[in-house]
């Protein structure tokens, strides 16, 4: 299995549309989750740490499952500049770095 | 606040040729890190430093990678001798306190080998 998972996607979908992104994670001891986002050529920018009890920043919320090890991404009432590589961060099986998804592609239209 | 640095922003050059790629961190981040992005392998962590000391240089590819870190405020990585193979995006990032902080990333080295 993989350290961390993502479906590649693409996910396109219209503007208000309510879209969720999900990621497996090998190391059941990993503490520290993140999401962070991409946009063409450019570099990887924190998106919002993913906490135990889950935790929601606008249109944005955050859940973590550790029984099965996956954390989700929900984006509500999607906007044309939400268009862009979601990445989902977790950290090593020592602890001491993290390790990055490739990513899922989110296209957001008119 | 001043980000992360990175230069060059890209760089072209012929397979054989050495490679210098710099970071400056953010003013007082403890820990930095090099990543390596392509499209087939995703971001790879290549190696990371806490206070100026190498801690993981486990995801170096080869010997044809180094990296230092002489102070604080400066990290280079090199290649040398360069190949096609190690054009990719090369991204740079500091964190504050812990490597399993939030990193903050620059802008990228995108590095072609021809």
């Known amino acids: 299995r993989k350290e961390v998972e993502q479906d590649p996607g693409p996910f396109n979908v219209p503007e208000g549309a309510t879209v969720a992104f999900n990621c497996t994670y090998s190391?059941?001891?990993?503490?520290?989750f993140f999401w962070y986002r991409q946009d063409c050529r450019k570099e990887p920018k924190l998106l919002m740490s993913?906490?135990?009890s889950g935790n929601e920043d606008g249109r944005f919320t955050a859940q973590l499952n550790r029984a099965s090890q996956y954390i989700s991404l929900l984006i509500r009432d999607s906007k044309l500049s939400d268009s862009a590589t979601y990445l989902c961060v977790v950290n090593n099986q020592a602890g001491t770095a993290l390790i990055f998804g490739k990513g899922t592609t989110l296209s957001v239209s008119s | 606040d001043a980000g992360v640095i990175q230069s060059p922003r890209h760089e072209v050059t012929e397979m054989g040729q050495e490679v210098t790629l710099r970071c400056k961190p953010i003013?007082?981040?403890?820990?930095l890190f090099w990543y390596r992005q392509t499209m087939m392998r995703g971001l790879e962590l290549l190696i990371y430093f806490n206070n100026n000391v190498p801690i993981d240089d486990s995801g170096m590819p080869e010997d044809r990678f180094s990296a230092k870190m002489p102070n604080a405020s400066f990290s280079t990585l090199k290649i040398q001798p360069s190949e096609p193979r190690d054009s990719a995006v090369y991204f740079c990032a500091s964190s504050l306190t812990h490597s399993n902080q939030p990193q903050h990333f620059g802008d990228g080295t995108r590095l072609s080998i021809l």
């Open positions: 190391n059941s001891a990993s503490q520290s």
């Open positions: 003013s007082g981040h403890d820990y």
């Open positions: 993913v906490y135990s």
